[in-house]
Every structure is written in structure tokens, then in C-alpha cells.
């Protein structure tokens, strides 16, 4: 039976999420209200701006019951805003900004900067076999500590280090401050990047999620 997988539809990059959970093995189905949330095996948080995000989960009614869903061990995999509203604490919050919370991280809000921040890369993550993931990312955080009981699944490449001369690879990120930087963590069945993999046609990060899912 295919797990059952909710997509949070409020706001963001919904659709390209559905996609890669369908060709990970999911049946996808978006979720609005609180009363879907009783037929998820899994959700996820997609990426898009945490601030609106947060400000429609409470319009929506659905900040609550999803705090408590998650606290109750709803597997949630949340990408770049979704890990900013997976995380317990967040730096660069505007003065009204809550998170659903659950993972032991403290999330740094557009963290790679003016300059650079948007950028396409790739990073081995642990939990994924077949060389390195292809990697968007938009004005996105990473995690600038993690708790003892989160693991760290990736991080950026640091200055110099190899790039795979596999066809279609992308440039590496991270040189100097951006680099060696935590862009992946997993806490139980809570998942999350910094990153947006589900715009990169790559649907291995959701097959994890899947695996976690099905665990
Ligand atoms: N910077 C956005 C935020 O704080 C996240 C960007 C994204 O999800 N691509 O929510």
C-alpha cells in the first residue's frame, strides 16, 4: 500500500512537492484544513515564505492541531520554509513569527546572504545513495545548531573540494562563511533541508522521506 502523504497547500511550491512524492512512491494529497490531517501517514511543509506560512496556519486553524499532530509523531519532511517552521528556534524571526516546532535546531532566516541568496548546488546527504543531490536554493536557512538528538544529514562543500564531473552537475556553493554549513537534518521522523529538492526533477530526498514514512 502506498503511504498516504499530505502536501500543507497554503502557500508555495505545492505542485513541484505532489510531483516528487508521486514518483517516490506516495499517493500526494494536498491539505488545507484540520480535518485531513487524520488520514496522513506523512506530511510535508514545502518551501515559500515561513512568515506567511505561519499567518495562514493560524487563519486556517490548522497551527494548533498540527503543533500537536507533529508532537504526536506525525512524520513531516519540511524544505527551507518548512524547515524554518519544523524548527524549535529561529534567528531572523520578524518580531510575530511562530513555528510549529519539533526539531531540536536553531534555523538562521536567509542565511547565505544578499549576494548569493539564490543558488543552485549539490550535497551528499547521508540517507541517500547515488552521489550527491541537486540542490535549489532560494533565499534559504540552514541550521546553526542542532540538539543531541538530530543528525546531521548534509552540509555545503567546503572551499575546494571536489566537484563530481558527472553530466549535467552543478557548480559548487559554499566557499569561505557559506561553506561546511548544516543544510540537512532528520530528529526521529522529522526531516528537513534547507533546500528545495523537489525543483530539481531529483526525487531521492522524497524517497527517503517515503522510507521514514513507511518505517
Ligand atoms: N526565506 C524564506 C522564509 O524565511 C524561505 C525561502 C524558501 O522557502 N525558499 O520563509
Known amino acids: ?19 516528487a512524492l508521486e514518483v517516490a512512491g506516495a499517493r500526494a494529497v494536498t491539505v488545507r484544513r484540520p480535518t485531513e490531517l487524520a488520514a496522513l501517514d506523512g506530511l510535508v511543509l514545502p518551501g515559500g515564505e515561513s512568515t506567511t506560512i505561519d499567518k495562514l496556519l493560524r487563519i486556517f486553524e490548522l497551527f494548533d492541531p498540527l503543533r500537536a499532530a507533529i508532537a504526536a509523531g506525525l512524520p513531516v519532511y519540511g524544505s527551507c520554509a518548512g524547515m524554518i517552521l519544523l524548527a524549535d528556534r529561529v534567528l531572523g524571526a520578524t518580531h ?24 543552485e548546488s549539490s550535497v551528499e546527504m547521508t ?7 541537486p540542490a535549489a536554493f532560494i533565499r534559504a536557512p540552514w541550521v546553526e545548531q542542532a540538539g ?63 522510507a521514514i514514512v513507511k518505517e
Do not use: W, Y
Open 96 to 119: 510575530d513569527q511562530q513555528t510549529l516546532g519539533g526539531l531540536d535546531v536553531t534555523v538562521r532566516r536567509n542565511a547565505f546572504g544578499r549576494q548569493v541568496d539564490s543558488f
Open 1 to 19: 500500500m502506498k503511504p498516504v502523504i499530505g502536501v500543507l497547500a497554503l502557500q508555495g511550491d505545492v505542485r513541484e512537492h505532489v510531483a
Open 148 to 210: 543531541p538528538g538530530v543528525q546531521v544529514l548534509a552540509r555545503t562543500r567546503h572551499r575546494g573540494a571536489s566537484v563530481p564531473a558527472a553530466p549535467g552537475a552543478v557548480p559548487a556553493a559554499g566557499a569561505g562563511e557559506d561553506a561546511g554549513r548544516i543544510v540537512a537534518v532528520r530528529q526521529g521522523t522529522l526531516l528537513a533541508t534547507s533546500f528545495h529538492p523537489e525543483i530539481t526533477g531529483d526525487a531521492r530526498v522524497h524517497e527517503l522521506f517515503v
Open 127 to 133: 540517507g541517500v545513495p547515488g552521489g550527491p543531490v
